[in-house]
């Protein structure tokens, strides 16, 4: 069974918006590094964003820089991407996904290999011109 549970995934015309949701156990989400992925068919897996939950550290791809902010509510165990005027490149299945608690790796490292940490199922974003 999926960790981390994404929601908030839909179709919508270019320039709209969406907020995705992450959420997940408090075992989980403390003091760790949470983000974004996003892959589309026959395409390399790209991050997106992440934040580390108990400290000021976000990052942004470029891509997204400007458009898309990370942000997370503790009383909910729930990492947000809020994304604003998408575009149809934007169109992907967005993963949520989490470092392990305690690792040794930075989110920098872990965002570079994220395979044997924790993910959720998905949600799909499309985004049409």
């Known amino acids: 069974q999926a960790q981390l549970s994404e929601s908030g995934g839909g179709s919508v015309q270019a320039g709209g918006s969406l907020r995705l949701s992450c959420a997940t156990s408090?075992?989980?989400?403390?003091?760790?590094?949470m983000g974004w992925f996003r892959q589309a068919p026959g395409k390399e897996r790209e991050g997106v964003a992440y934040?580390?939950?108990?400290?000021?550290?976000?990052y942004y791809t470029d891509s997204v820089k400007g458009r898309f902010t990370i942000s997370q509510d503790n009383a909910k165990n729930t990492v947000y991407l809020q994304m604003n005027s998408l575009e149809p490149d934007d169109t992907a299945m967005y993963y949520c996904?989490?470092?392990?608690?305690?690792?040794?790796?930075?989110?920098?490292?872990?965002?570079?290999?994220?395979?044997?940490?924790?993910w959720g199922q998905g949600t799909q974003v499309t985004v049409s011109s």
């Open positions: 408090g075992y989980i989400y403390a003091s760790t590094c």
């Open positions: 996904a989490a470092r392990t608690p305690r690792h040794p790796s930075t989110c920098s490292s872990w965002f570079q290999a994220p395979e044997s940490h924790y």
């Open positions: 934040l580390h939950t108990a400290k000021t550290l976000t």
